[in-house]
């Protein structure tokens, strides 16, 4: 039955969704393309892309170079937040008009961008080119060099308009950015290349949403292990310029960051580890991974490591029981940014006794696919850039109880009568780490077992 639902899915999606097989076998799935036209994709463009990534870094001035709705879109984009400065939560843009298609939005863009500078003060300014500036092309590159040179800051391009690609792209884009910074430090103190001064990690894709970077930073601290840099949460400028000071870097959103990653490990010979925060499995593994990166230098940091989850595993397990008890036999359903944000929720969700039987993402790559598979019980939904059509779909299909998704999501869920977990960008709600697993668990409890769902039209039929 279900192998007929697929079949008759919009041509163009045919290889973007397959269903685990009960041998095991792992099949391709068509992922990293453009959405297809007339799906409603629900993968945000480039411009988005590269405006969660850059957002958080909190002293710098974020221009958007374009209509007013896209900074409107993209105002307090992610719920990240600053232990200081707030310049990143303001939404400034050129407001490109009518009359800035026909003759151009260059000086507009200059005007703007020195205007900004002398009130804010910022430590460098990064200009967003959104759909609009690639149509009519203004050079902003000739105007962030002249503005860079009178301003003493970085000026820093961005180029994600956003009909170039897709979310990814965006990524790409933000990523090329950061590495401009990467290295320029003026403190003299700070080295231009290694040997390194600091035996230290950078974090990378990990945007401190509801404060989650200041929890990890301290979890390492309890290891010994310093941060150099978080790249982007609660990033300052000078920062970001230090990175190549750290000795690793682990990758948190790999769907974000990887590229930086390898950038960064090309030039300034820094090895990376790809980690997860979310569940207690991936939180302990990415403490094991940081500790054996450190092996030769630091060999008791591997005991401290193990100390650390054995005590933190005492204390969370207990207050996860009562969840479980309630929770045993629920069946979910995520659909989320990067897929391998989808593996730990799988094994997270296991902790609570929950079944996944509809799994997604917006960017996830061929290897990731080939993970959710491994991980996946047979017969699960796995899809590449769903669309609301196909993903209501197959939720009420496999009779999910839960959905865990997005801004985009949550109404879906809601429509169709079943509990919702946002675990989208711009939640308040910390759910990296032990304590956020925590948080999770209670957060999925009181949404699957809310009473009003024996209201809706799906549990009464």
């Not at 601290?221 to 000071?245: E, F, I, K, Q, S």
């Not at 929770?327 to 929950?354: P, Q, T």
């Not at 999910?400 to 997005?406: E, P, Q, R, T, V």
């Not at 109404?411 to 304590?435: M, Q, S, T, V, W």
Request: with cysteine; proline share 5%.
């Amino acid at each position: 039955m279900l192998d007929q639902g697929i079949s008759d899915l919009l041509e163009d999606r045919q290889g973007s969704v397959l269903e685990t097989k009960a041998d095991g076998a792992t099949a391709a799935i068509r992922c990293g393309t453009r959405s297809a036209a007339g799906s409603v994709s629900q993968r945000a463009c480039v411009f988005c892309g590269s405006r969660v990534v850059l957002y958080p870094i909190a002293d710098a001035l974020h221009l958007v170079h374009g209509p007013a709705g896209c900074a409107a879109y993209t105002w307090d984009i992610r719920g990240a937040l600053s232990s200081g400065p707030a310049l990143h939560r303001h939404s400034f843009t050129t407001d490109l008009r009518e009359t800035d298609v026909v003759y151009g939005g260059a000086a507009k863009l200059e005007k703007a961008l020195r205007a900004l500078i002398a009130q804010h003060d910022p430590k460098t300014a990064f200009v967003y080119s959104t759909c609009i500036v690639g149509l009519i092309g203004d050079d902003v590159d000739a105007v962030c060099r002249r503005v860079e040179a009178d301003c003493g800051i970085p000026v820093i391009p961005v180029d994600s308009e956003g009909f170039k690609g897709t979310k990814k792209d965006g990524y790409k884009a933000a990523c090329a950015a950061i590495a401009r910074l990467v290295g320029t430090s003026v403190d003299p103190a700070v080295p231009p290349a290694p040997p390194r001064s600091v035996a230290g990690i950078n974090i990378l894709g990990e945007f401190n949403l509801a404060g989650e970077a200041w929890m990890i930073r301290d979890t390492y601290a309890r290891m010994g292990v310093p941060v150099v840099a978080t790249l982007t949460g609660d990033a300052r400028v000078d920062t970001v310029r230090r990175a190549h000071t750290a000795c690793f870097n682990v990758v948190q959103c790999s769907g974000s960051m990887l590229g930086l990653a390898a950038l960064l490990e090309e030039k300034y010979g820094q090895p990376y580890r790809r980690v997860s925060y979310f569940g207690l499995e991936d939180m302990a593994q990415a403490l094991y991974d940081v500790a054996d990166l450190f092996a030769d230098s630091d060999p008791g940091m591997a005991a401290r490591a193990e100390a650390l989850v054995a005590e933190e595993m005492a204390r969370v397990l207990p207050l996860l029981a009562p969840f479980r008890k309630d929770l045993e036999g629920a069946r979910a359903a995520i659909y989320v940014g990067g897929a391998f944000k989808a593996h730990s929720l799988i094994k997270a969700l296991r902790h609570l006794g929950m079944q996944t039987v509809v799994v997604g993402s917006q960017t996830g790559n061929k290897e990731d696919y080939e993970r959710l598979q491994q991980l996946c019980d047979p017969a699960t939904i796995i899809l590449d850039d769903s669309n609301p059509v196909e993903l209501s779909r197959f939720v009420l299909e496999k009779k999910a109880d839960l959905l865990i998704g997005g801004v985009k999501e949550r109404p879906i869920a809601y429509k169709l009568g079943l509990a919702f977990c946002d675990h989208n960008h711009e939640r308040k709600i910390p759910l990296a780490g032990f304590e956020g697993m925590v948080n999770f668990a209670r957060e999925v409890h009181g949404s699957v077992t809310s009473p009003v769902w024996k209201w809706s039209a799906r549990r009464r039929a």
